[in-house]
């Protein structure tokens, strides 16, 4: 993931691998439209699936950004 990853603030190394661990990796997102994100965890919320907007996509470099 180093290679990737370029993180901000005090992330931990054990964070840093756990996205890239398969076991907590797969099926925990989802791509929404921002106009349509908070409906989309709604619907989700009402269905018994735990759900919450964690970030964005943005125009860059193609490298993930992750905040502590």
């Known amino acids: 993931v ?28 989802l791509g929404a439209a921002p106009e349509r994100a908070a409906r989309a965890v709604e619907e989700l919320a009402a269905q018994g699936v735990p759900a919450a907007v964690v970030g964005e996509v943005r125009p860059g470099t193609g490298r993930i950004t992750v905040r502590a």
């Open 2 to 29: 180093a290679e990737v990853v370029d993180p901000v603030g005090a992330v931990s190394e054990t964070a840093l691998l756990l996205l890239a661990d398969a076991q907590t990796s797969g099926g925990l997102l």
